[in-house]
């Protein structure tokens, strides 16, 4: 059960490598967290992972699953479920892809939709569905803010997190009063292996500063969380120039 | 029987879940429901008045007893009662008082029911002479998991297990109680100020033993010298003689005031330091310098704050953390610690209460413990909070003290077991009654109860 500060005693990531996710379930552990499941591609990376987070003293399992074979979801997360209350999930698989490759190869760019948004649906349904069975629980979805508005240098990723985006917030809206919490985490340019090729963009930041974030989400059970928070504002304003202006912007 | 699911939260709003709420008309209803309860169980749930999670149970069902609020039986001449568990102790004392009798053992709020009465295990401000509510209780019928009803006595271990069992052994369907005489329902009320901790510890030590009902508010927010200055409330009821005339007439009337409740939607900021500061400035000086004494209600001298329906909204969206402890005679440090850490920290509390335990009742999971108890009211959005009260635990429990779990929302729960020697029988008694896990809620959940 999550206590009167919203923190989770059981912990599934969806992701199990992910930068960010391992980043909040160090900062989880250090609370509350004693279990932790950590969904993903089963690689040394995972089980590197998983050592990590039992020297911090939590109890940690891992679980073989693949986003882009959503077919499998229901029976390898429905196995997760049925061994006790999950108090938080935290959907952070996803792919940046390679915006110039994926433009030539559609294929390519099939796959980040694919990942990002097609198997984050079917497991962002399958684990809503088990939330609400058990009548607590928070979803927490990293989305981005490539989300808010389709980008030149990155439409393709883009437009597969705006997708997952809308889809989470339906869902937010959809159980609500089920005493399932629901929250999208839009982060920026967030620093990990994976961006380190790309040059930095303005307000960037770290898997810690996100997972402080989600920390502090999950006790005010914030519906979205900028991360960081002024970007809010500054999206705001973005989304509401013209497209005219918004192509010439060195964004 | 209707049954919806419905968010459900605690007192204190801080963690909301949601459950099937059923409300049983009748024993058999309420039967009926306990045995089709499903695989998460259910749990019996009063007014609501648990701080915590301790009524609550996600994804499961929750009774609703206050439909089963008949007062069957009053022996006016001996002083006992007989009625069902969904009786609140307002509507007790409302027959009651008239006929010269009073609950023996009130909490802050007449707002409770007997049997979360019973569950909790609750106390007041009589503890040092009236001990804990389950020292009154002669017997009570109990439903249990294979849906039959026991009566239980006092001595018995279902008693012990059930009396501070947070409602995991079973729901309580009736309760006799022992009632306490009183001539009036006035309250001879000696009010005083103490500079600092120490001085409120050495008045309450020295003269504690002279009055019935005894409390100490502390303002929290004073710092330096003036810390832990406090204004103790202690009296006794008033006998008929000494009542002025005109109130002779009708001395036993239950009086009520209700202010306007409190606005659904208030911002979270209300309680600040500021808002709080200020309040318990004028709160400490409003109290004589000198010792006083008066006559006083004792609707206003045992439940202020019933006088604002809903009064917990004032902490608006996030909700508040009542964290209370007890830790025994000898521990004055730890507690002066405890009081100074929380000083320093600025916790803008405007409900931080001291008082005095007597001996300990026999409840497995019971929390009076002679010694000193602190409860407190902290807004729960406060920064870094949580691992504050953390540290305070470890203080606690490194004393042999214990947090109270009808107000706990947030214990880290493999303290429990330190801080409830008794915890293992407790978590025995119900594997042999309870093999199904019939009864369970967010509670037992979080702490593995």
Same mark, same amino acid.
């Given at each position: 059960m999550k206590d009167?500060?919203?923190?989770?005693?059981?912990?599934?990531?969806?992701?199990?490598?992910?930068?960010?996710?391992?980043?909040?379930?160090r900062r989880l552990i250090a609370r509350r967290t004693r279990t932790v499941w950590l969904a993903g591609r089963p690689s040394p990376a995972l089980d590197r992972a998983a050592g990590h987070l039992?020297?911090?003293?939590?109890?940690?399992?891992?679980?073989?699953?693949?986003?882009?074979?959503?077919?499998?979801?229901?029976e390898t997360l429905g196995k997760v479920f049925a061994e006790g209350d999950i108090d938080m999930v935290l959907l952070a698989f996803g792919t940046l892809g390679d915006q110039a490759t994926d433009e030539r190869d559609p294929q390519a760019a099939v796959r980040v939709a694919q990942t990002n948004y097609t198997g984050a649906v079917s497991a962002g349904l399958?684990?809503?569905?088990?939330?609400?069975?058990?009548?607590?629980?928070?979803?927490?979805?990293?989305?981005?803010?490539?989300?808010?508005?389709?980008?030149?240098?990155?439409?393709?990723?883009?437009?597969?997190k705006a997708g997952l985006d809308?889809?989470?917030?339906?869902?937010?809206?959809?159980?609500?009063?089920?005493?399932?919490?629901?929250?999208?985490?839009?982060?920026?340019?967030?620093?990990?292996?994976t961006t380190a090729r790309l040059p930095e963009a303005p307000l960037a930041t770290t898997p810690e500063a996100v997972a402080t974030a989600i920390e502090l989400g999950l006790r005010r059970r914030s519906e979205t969380v900028w991360v960081p928070g002024a970007l809010r504002a500054v999206m705001t304003v973005l989304r509401h120039l013209p497209r005219g202006v918004f192509r010439r912007l060195p964004v | 029987m209707l049954a919806e699911?419905?968010?459900?939260?605690?007192?204190?709003?801080? $963690?909301? %879940? !949601?459950? +099937?709420?059923?409300? *049983? /008309?009748?024993?058999?209803? $309420?039967? %009926? !429901?306990? +045995?089709?309860?499903? *695989? /998460?169980?259910?749990?019996?749930?009063?007014?609501?008045?648990?701080?915590?999670?301790?009524?609550?149970?996600?994804?499961?069902?929750?009774?609703?007893?206050?439909?089963?609020?008949?007062?069957?039986?009053?022996?006016?001449?001996?002083?006992?009662?007989?009625?069902?568990?969904?009786?609140?102790?307002?509507?007790?004392?409302?027959?009651l008082l008239p006929l010269g009798w009073f609950v023996p053992v009130t909490p802050g709020t007449r707002q409770v029911t007997v049997g979360g009465a019973i569950g909790a295990d609750i106390h007041g401000r009589n503890h040092p002479v009236a001990g804990a509510f389950s020292r009154h209780v002669l017997s009570f019928e109990l439903l249990t998991a294979d849906?039959?009803?026991?009566?239980?006595?006092?001595?018995?271990?279902?008693?012990?297990?059930?009396?501070?069992?947070?409602?995991?052994?079973?729901?309580?369907?009736?309760?006799?109680?022992?009632?306490?005489?009183?001539?009036?329902?006035?309250?001879?009320?000696?009010?005083?100020?103490?500079?600092?901790?120490?001085?409120?510890?050495?008045?309450?030590?020295?003269?504690?033993?002279?009055?019935?009902?005894?409390v100490a508010w502390i303002d929290l927010l004073a710092r330096g010298a003036a810390t832990g200055r406090a204004v103790l409330t202690r009296g006794d009821h008033a006998p008929l003689d000494a009542l002025p005339g005109r109130a002779r007439r009708a001395p036993l009337a239950l009086r009520t005031s209700r202010l306007p409740a409190a606005p659904a939607f208030l911002p979270e900021g209300l309680i600040g330091r500021t808002t709080v500061g200020l309040f318990n400035?004028?709160?400490?000086?409003?109290?004589?310098?000198?010792?006083?004494?008066?006559?006083?209600h004792l609707t206003a001298f045992f439940h202020p704050l019933d006088g604002v329906p809903h009064w917990n909204r004032v902490y608006g969206r996030g909700g508040f953390v009542r964290y209370q402890f007890v830790v025994g005679e000898g521990r004055e440090e730890t507690l002066r610690r405890i009081v100074r850490r929380l000083s320093d920290r600025r916790c803008p509390s405007f409900l931080a209460v001291l008082k005095r335990f007597g001996p300990a009742d026999p409840g497995w999971l019971s929390f009076p413990a002679p010694g000193w108890t602190l409860a407190v009211d902290i807004p729960a959005s406060l920064p870094g909070l949580g691992p504050f009260l953390d540290e305070l635990d470890e203080e606690v429990a490194a004393a042999g003290g214990r947090v109270c779990l009808a107000k706990d929302a947030r214990l880290r729960p493999d303290l429990l077991a330190a801080m409830y020697p008794r915890l293992d029988d407790f978590r025995a008694l119900r594997a042999e009654l309870d093999p199904r896990g019939v009864f369970m809620s967010d509670l037992a959940r979080r702490l593995d109860l």
């Open positions: 009167a500060f919203g923190l989770p005693q059981s912990l599934l990531v969806l992701g199990g490598t992910s930068e960010i996710a391992l980043a909040t379930a039992r020297g911090l003293g939590a109890q940690v399992h891992t679980v073989p699953f693949d986003a882009l074979d959503p077919a499998s979801h229901e399958v684990c809503a569905a088990a939330l609400q069975n058990q009548g607590h629980g928070s979803l927490v979805v990293l989305s981005s803010v490539a989300a808010e508005r389709a980008r030149r240098a990155n439409f393709i990723y883009g437009s597969s809308t889809f989470t917030q339906g869902l937010g809206d959809a159980l609500y009063g089920t005493g399932v919490h629901v929250m999208v985490v839009r982060p920026g340019f967030v620093r990990t292996r | 699911t419905v968010s459900v939260q605690g007192w204190g709003r801080t $963690a909301p %879940t !949601a459950a +099937r709420l059923i409300r *049983p /008309r009748t024993y058999e209803e $309420a039967a %009926t !429901a306990v +045995r089709s309860c499903g *695989p /998460r169980g259910g749990i019996a749930r009063g007014l609501g008045r648990a701080y915590g999670d301790a009524a609550q149970n996600a994804g499961g069902a929750v009774l609703d007893m206050t439909g089963l609020n008949r007062i069957h039986a009053i022996d006016a001449s001996g002083g006992t009662v007989l009625c069902d568990a969904g009786v609140s102790l307002h509507r007790l004392m409302e027959v849906g039959t009803v026991r009566t239980v006595a006092p001595g018995t271990p279902l008693f012990d297990a059930t009396t501070g069992g947070m409602g995991l052994t079973g729901i309580v369907l009736t309760a006799t109680l022992r009632l306490q005489p009183v001539e009036t329902a006035l309250m001879r009320v000696a009010t005083e100020r103490a500079a600092d901790l120490d001085d409120l510890m050495a008045r309450l030590t020295a003269t504690d033993h002279h009055y019935r009902y005894s400035e004028l709160w400490y000086r409003r109290a004589s310098r000198t010792r006083s004494i008066r006559l006083q």
